[in-house]
């Protein structure tokens, strides 16, 4: 993990990365694999 200074850190997020990947697990088969999901999301919901 990268600090802001993007050096490796000492420290572990704290955050909610579970959530995060289980999020992703569920959205990655609705969407074409054509990019990312920020991008792919917005141009195949609009």
Same mark, same amino acid.
Do not use: M, R, W
């Given at each position: 993990?990268?600090?802001?200074?993007? /050096?490796?850190? +000492?420290?572990?997020? /704290? #955050?909610? $990365?579970?959530?995060?990947?289980a999020?992703? +697990?569920?959205?990655? $088969?609705?969407? $074409? +694999? /054509? #990019?990312?999901l920020?991008?792919?999301?917005?141009?195949?919901?609009?």
């Amino acid at each position: 993990e990268l600090n802001e200074d993007l /050096t490796p850190s +000492a420290t572990v997020f /704290t #955050g909610k $990365p579970d959530l995060y990947h289980a999020l992703q +697990a569920c959205l990655i $088969p609705l969407f $074409p +694999a /054509t #990019g990312s999901l920020t991008k792919v999301i917005p141009e195949t919901t609009s």
